[in-house]
């Protein structure tokens, strides 16, 4: 299980890898398709990627709640067996 400093220092880095963007710009108030002008595909990969990290399941459901940085990292948080 990650702590939260873990998921707040892993999620930039998944975000970097999969839509690239720069980790400065990637802040816990950033919105996805707004601030870091990420497209659903690459989010849908950015969420994958995320299960495969922290071990949690993120329903496609769920993608259009998941808004911020802080949303994701909060899902994960509290999602992680």
């Known amino acids: 299980m990650a702590t ?3 998921i707040r220092s892993e ?3 998944i975000i970097r890898d999969v ?3 720069p980790i400065e710009d990637i802040q816990p108030d ?5 601030d870091l002008d990420i497209d659903s595909l690459s989010m849908v990969e950015i969420l994958v990627a995320c299960e495969e990290q ?6 496609d459901e769920q993608l259009k709640q998941l808004t ?3 949303d ?3 899902y994960i948080e509290r999602s992680q067996p």
């Open 4 to 6: 939260l400093a873990e």
């Open 11 to 13: 999620l930039p880095k």
């Open 19 to 21: 839509a690239g963007v």
């Open 30 to 34: 950033r919105t996805f398709t707004g």
């Open 54 to 59: 922290f071990g949690v399941k993120i329903p």
């Open 68 to 70: 911020t940085v802080d």
């Open 72 to 74: 994701v990292v909060a």
